[in-house]
């Protein structure tokens, strides 16, 4: 297997942002590894929200086909009352601080599941929990899609759309926020780990450039290393300005598809192409070493 370059030129083997049925993904963690071992990728991490349940079962698969896997998980975090993700870059695991933390943020998803099929059974979806356990299909965390399509299945909405639009989008009745910690505190986890914080997708949270950098400074200062420098398909525009705002703060730059399911327009290994640029690329992080070999 050919290391992964020193810059961001030649990068399509890569992935390090996507999910599987340990959260909110539609394949296994086995069929997702098969998938990107068909794209071509050679490298990738799995980061299922708030867990590493999936992990294990995709090394065995990342092995037997040739593919470097990097445990990983996409933490989430509060910051001036906004959630925030966290991608977790995992090379020694899940240890210290961070394994009871992986803990709480389960217990803190199940709460506010519980709280979600309390408020759409105010709108008319009966047994919310119960059907949302049903599209899930197994006993990971429940996420609002599993809500979105308990809603269509039961004939509440006519699709996944409507229901975000109507029912669990932004400010609506089953937009739940729950209490997850502070940015700086799922920072320390991951640093107690031996981890690198990479802040998930900085363009998709509606914020001003400066907003953005405000976010930046604290991530920078509570330990955070690296940001999603392109996640999923983005304008290239926005790409070259969020690469200036992280080269000004030394921080790595990461890459991700945020893929969850086959059939829309992404897919493990797809994005936006890379701007030009001098950002250090985060497999180039001392601590993520082997993964980059």
């Not at 299922?48 to 040739?66: K, N, S």
């Not at 802040?199 to 949270?205: Q, S, T, V």
Request: net charge negative; aromatic share 4%; glycine share 10%.
């Amino acid at each position: 297997m050919m290391p992964l370059p020193e810059t961001f030129d030649d990068t399509v083997r890569l992935d390090l942002h996507m999910h599987s049925t340990a959260s909110d993904g539609a394949l296994s963690p086995t069929e997702l590894m098969q998938l990107c071992h068909a794209r071509g990728l050679t490298h990738v991490a799995l980061t299922d929200h708030d867990t590493i349940a999936g992990v294990a079962e995709a090394a065995t698969e990342a092995e037997r086909l040739g593919l470097r896997l990097l445990c990983a998980s996409e933490l989430s975090a509060q910051w001036r009352g906004v959630t925030i993700h966290v991608v977790a870059l995992l090379p020694d695991g899940a240890q210290g601080a961070l394994i009871e933390g992986l803990d709480a943020q389960a217990r803190a998803r199940e709460a506010r599941s519980e709280e979600i099929a309390r408020r759409l059974e105010a709108i008319g979806l009966d047994e919310a929990l119960a059907r949302a356990r049903e599209q899930a299909g197994s006993d990971r965390p429940l996420g609002r899609p599993d809500f979105a399509r308990a809603l269509v299945a039961a004939g509440v909405v006519p699709d996944m759309a409507s229901a975000f639009k109507k029912h669990l989008g932004a400010g609506k009745r089953g937009d739940v926020k729950a209490h997850w910690p502070w940015l700086s505190e799922i920072v320390g986890w991951i640093r107690d780990a031996g981890g690198v914080a990479v802040l998930a997708h900085p363009l998709r949270y509606g914020m001003t450039r400066r907003k953005r950098g405000l976010l930046l400074d604290d991530f920078v200062e509570a330990g955070g290393e690296a940001a999603e420098l392109v996640s999923g398909f983005q304008n290239p525009d926005t790409t070259r300005d969020l690469s200036r705002q992280l080269q000004e703060r030394g921080m790595f730059g990461s890459l991700g598809s945020d893929f969850h399911a086959p059939g829309g327009a992404l897919a493990p290994g797809s994005m936006s192409d890379i701007p030009r640029t001098a950002l250090l690329p985060v497999w180039r992080h001392p601590r993520l070493a082997r993964f980059a070999q």
